[in-house]
T-cell receptor, first 115, second 110 residues
Framework: GAGVSQTPSNKVTEKGKYVELRCDPI?????LYWYRQSLGQGPEFLIY????????DSGLPNDRFFAVRPEGSVSTLKIQRTERGDSAVYLC?????????????FGPGTRLTVT | QKEVEQDPGPLSVPEGAIVSLNCTYS??????FMWYRQYSRKGPELLMY????GNKEDGRFTAQVDKSSKYISLFIRDSQPSDSATYLC??????????FGQGTRLTINP
C-alpha cells in the first residue's frame, strides 16, 4: 500500500517568507509526527497528533512554527517569518496509534532551504 | 550529559564483516528502543524495536538492550554493500518522549 507522502520534496524560500509543508500519512494511522533533521544530525521531535489534536507540541522551537491536522488525516506544518536557521529536512511519520509510537513509518521528507 | 549518545562515525568495514553499532542513554524511563536505517536523501526506515533487556534477532540483524548499563547495540552479520547507510537509534518513553541519536554513518566496502 501507499506509504507516507510529503510535499513538496524541496522548497526554497527567502528569509521572512511563510511556508507550508504537507504530510499525507498511511491510511488508518491515527498518530502523526513531525521531526526536523539538520545535516549530520538525527531527527529532532517537533510535534505529534493523535487524531485531530496536537497531543504534544513541546518540540516546536518557537511560535513561528504551527501544525494542524483538521480532519485527522493530512497534516500541514506552517512556518512564519522563516529564518536561515530553519533550513533542514522536515520529516513526517505516522503510526497505527499512539501506543505504536515505537513503530513509525517515515515519509521521504521536505528539504527546506531559506536563503 | 546528553540524553542519548551515538558515535557519528564514519565507520567503514569490508564486506562480510560483523558490524557493531551502539548508543548510550541516561533516561531510565525509556521503555522502547528502536533502530532505524536511513539512506541518503530518504526517510528513516524501522529495522527493529525492543521493549526489554536482552537480544532480538531478525535475519542478519540483532538488537541488544542492556538496561542496567543504559546501553543498546545493533549487530549486522555478513554485512553487504547495500547495508551502507546511516543507522539511527531512537528511544521512546511511551508516546510522549521520542529521542533520536545523532546517527552513525556506515560504509561497507566490496
Amino acid at each position: 500500500g501507499a506509504g507516507v507522502s510529503q510535499t513538496p520534496s524541496n522548497k526554497v524560500t527567502e528569509k521572512g517568507k511563510y511556508v507550508e509543508l504537507r504530510c499525507d500519512p498511511i491510511s488508518g494511522h491515527t498518530a502523526l509526527y513531525w521531526y526536523r533533521q539538520s545535516l549530520g544530525q538525527g531527527p529532532e521531535f517537533l510535534i505529534y497528533f493523535q487524531g485531530t489534536g496536537a497531543a504534544d507540541d513541546s518540540g516546536l522551537p518557537n511560535d513561528r512554527f504551527f501544525a494542524v491536522r483538521p480532519e485527522g488525516s493530512v497534516s500541514t506544518l506552517k512556518i512564519q517569518r522563516t529564518e536561515r536557521g530553519d533550513s533542514a529536512v522536515y520529516l513526517c511519520a505516522s503510526s497505527v496509534g499512539v501506543l505504536g509510537a515505537y513503530e513509525q513509518y517515515f515519509g521521504p521528507g521536505t528539504r527546506l532551504t531559506v536563503t | 550529559q546528553k540524553e542519548v549518545e551515538q558515535d557519528p562515525g564514519p565507520l567503514s568495514v569490508p564486506e562480510g564483516a560483523i558490524v557493531s553499532l551502539n548508543c548510550t542513554y541516561s533516561n531510565s524511563a525509556f521503555q522502547y528502543f528502536m533502530w532505524y536505517r536511513q539512506y541518503s536523501r530518504k526517510g528513516p526506515e524501522l529495522l527493529m524495536y525492543t521493549y526489554s533487556s536482552g537480544n532480538k534477532e531478525d535475519g542478519r540483524f540483532t538488537a541488544q538492550v542492556d538496561k542496567s548499563s543504559k546501553y543498546i547495540s545493533l549487530f549486522i552479520r555478513d554485512s553487504q554493500p547495500s547495508d551502507s547507510a546511516t543507522y539511527l537509534c531512537e528511544f521512546a518513553q511511551g508516546a510522549q518522549k521520542l529521542v533520536f541519536g545523532q546517527g552513525t554513518r556506515l560504509t561497507i566496502n566490496p
